[in-house]
């Protein structure tokens, strides 16, 4: 049984940095056409309501090539559409990954092939497991402090690392794609 639940927890990529240094030519170069972004720890912290200027920048940046859907398991609707909102992109509140239901839904409005879209987030057990499930290219960030920086202290992450390696992931360095 956890042999299967390995291969799930494997992302195809994993980025040494937050969101902001996930260079795009690397997403673009694995003929991605489209992004669903998780928002809390990966865009900015849960108790921050306003993205670091780094964030905003690559987000912005990322617009201009790609569509974007913004993917939360938050149920709190009015704090993921103001985060939606101030960059004009669509979103998804209370999304319940790992399950796949909300996220067939964006791969139908996408209009792409799953592998064509890549699911960045920072939790393996949530974002990564959803994203696999569905056969995404998918990317696992660094969780993010206020200041835009990797949080010094992200222990839910850490946790799923340790416990996705106890079963068997094989969790490479980072900007290394698995085979």
Known sequence: MLQRLSPLL?????????????????LLAHQIRALVLDVDATLLPRTSAEPS??????I?????????HLFSNNPDHRRIAAIARRFNLPFTAAACKP????LRQV???????????A??????????????????????????????????????Q????ALARL????????FQALP
């Open 10 to 26: 494997e992302p195809d990529l994993i980025t040494a940095g937050v969101l902001a240094d996930l260079p795009l030519d690397v």
């Open 158 to 161: 850490r946790a799923e690392m």
């Open 119 to 156: 699911m960045i987030g920072d939790r393996l057990f949530t974002d990564v497991i959803a994203g696999n499930r569905l056969g995404l290219f998918t990317v696992l960030v660094q969780a993010i402090d206020a200041d835009g920086r990797p949080a010094a202290r992200a222990p839910v």
């Open 53 to 58: 200027q780094a964030i905003s920048r690559w």
């Open 167 to 174: 079963v068997g992931a094989q969790l490479v360095s980072p």
């Open 60 to 68: 912005e940046a990322a617009a201009l090539q790609l569509p974007l």
């Open 99 to 102: 399950r796949r239901g909300a």
């Open 107 to 117: 791969l139908e409005q996408l209009q792409l092939p799953a592998p064509q879209v």
